[in-house]
């Protein structure tokens, strides 16, 4: 009995240590199990994983890429394996997952914002992601290494680098990313390699001179300006920009002398020693008995030698029968390994003119190179991805097809009196039918889409009926006929928000602060819906009270949503109108629309919310025309932030939820849009404002408080 005794607590004692395994109950945390069939099912389900299509235990069960610690999903590895599909939209709850790896797949549409909170090393590269950088990424202190490179990403690096201090490696080349490099680069203390080739960034790299940089890839950008000193010293391509010629201008006065890191990188030799200048010789080396002419001769022989045994290597290559180079074809394209040399020739296919397809040569090795993730991929290492065809797009079956007679008789062929109002892409009308039904149809001018533009306008209504959001006015029908472009939507009751605060009549009682706080967040919901969980991101563009419909119980729906991301010219025909007060400072100096300006715009709405104001109002005194300009340097004074609100609220509102609101506003209209935040963050903070004023849904959000009665159906003024 106690030699028993003995062997067990010997057992037990051996099982702590983890010399013998105790089986246990490994059942996987419920949320980790949940984002993976997210995941699954964003992938179009593909059978190459082999996940079983019943199961709910990828720990367990030991799905393909899976790693688990104990109940939790660490990591999610799966590479080169033809995915298509998107990432789906709840990886966030992946809390312990430290590696994502989804590489060389064919995954489209944004990257999520919804991104594993803790990973360190995170990979999408080579896929067919569009959209912008997602700012959530700014958030991942614990990030080493991101490669986001060959794919197609657009717009200004809007990612805030300053929490990143643990970053080694960034790969963001081959796709098209524009704009100056961020300013936060600086806080990058940990990076050793930068990969931006291939991209449109303009402006100049002084930012990256602090940084202690080994590699750095900047070739075939729009750079301009000088290469500073402390990065001609290091593994630098920069070839395809436009650099200044000459002597770069003398540093200002108290500018301490250029010098880099004193941090060791390994060369490309494989040395962990910094290679030391002419100029730094030690004394030793002038000691030692050689002599560097003999020096000198010794290291030409053997490259002269070098050179004579390659040749003949190549020449002995070259001479493998056709088999062999026919058995090349059907091998899969790897990235080389960044420590290994693999010659690889391309020859253009003469039979095809002008195309970008390539085939390897004889010379390529016939034995397959390991894949080096760390490496950034040039263009010759893979083939270019074909170009994409234009398919032919079907008319949506999820709308109705209207006749032009139908909404003739509905709109009073059109007339003044059905008018609600006009917007940057035409007319909108109230249509009611035989049945009682009423809805608003738009007319779009034909300057926005011309006659024989329909094919393009089947796409635009294809690309609008996909959105469904109870904040997002609702797609209902359209209508292309005779050269005619309609959209049929939802009617609200109500008009519009603009409506509501500067042009009100003799039924209509002020918004009160509760309806105003429900109008924002409403709003923020519909544009948080549009950004990050569309796929591909929908910019909206045209953010302004007027396009704010209000249904029965104030109720927001934001209108026009998708309708300037698909037309071909929209962004030339919002400009024509600019000069409103909603559009953001780049915006003005580029033409161009990015999510960060929806976020200002957003912002600005906010604004007329709080002070009753038109955005920009040329009947005030010159420095109160501008909304913005007169009322951000109010927003932190307690004060002068009483003294601004809408005179119609009379004082009824909590000071704490108006100073909170205000402080909302300050985040969304910063000057600069690498500092705005993501609309998932503005609803978080308008959710926290409503949960800190304890307003209930059912004295604030219920249809006895509107803070407005109904309007007439003749007096709206919808501008969608």
Known sequence: MLEDRRLVVLFISFSILGLIPIVINGETDPNDAAALKVLFSSMNSPSQLGWPANGDDPCVQHWKGITCSGNRVTEIKLPGLGLTGTLGYQLQTLTSVTNLDMSNNNLGGSIPYQLPPNVQQLNLANNNFTGEVVYSISNMTALTYLNLGHNQLQGALSVNFEKLSSLSTLDLSFNSLSGDLPQSFTSLSSITTMYLQNNQFTGTIDVLAGLSLATLNVQNNHFTGWIPEQLKNINLQKDGNAWSSGSAPPPPPGTPPATRSTRTHKTSGGSGRNAPSDAGASDNDKKSGIGGGVIAGIVISILIVGAIVAFFLMKRRSTKPSSDIENVDKMPFAPLASNEVHEMKAVQISSVPDTKTFVPSASFNLKPPPIDRHKSFDEDEFSKKPDIVKKTVTAPANVTLYSIADLQIATGSFSVDHLLGEGSFGRVYRAQFDDGEVLAVKKIDSSVLPNDMSEDFIEVVSNISQLHHPNVTELIGYCSEHGQHLLVYEFHKNGSLHDFLHLPDEHSKPLIWNSRVKIALGTARALEYLHEVCSPSVVHKNIKSANILLDRELNPHLSDSGLASHIPNADQVLNQNAGSGYEAPEVGLSGQYTLK???????????????????????????????????????????????????????????????????????????????RPPMSEVVQALVRLVQRANLSRRTTFGSSEHGGSQRGDNSEAQEM
């Open 597 to 675: 300006s929806d976020v200002y715009s957003f912002g600005v709405v906010m604004l007329e919310l709080l002070s009753g104001r038109k955005p920009f109002d040329s009947s005030r005194p010159r420095p109160e025309q501008s909304l913005v300009r007169w009322a951000t340097p109010q927003l932190h004074d307690i004060d002068a932030l009483t003294k601004m609100v809408d005179p119609a609220l009379e004082g009824l509102y909590p000071v704490k939820s108006l100073s909170r609101f205000a402080d909302v506003i300050a985040l969304c209209v910063q000057p600069e849009p690498e500092f």
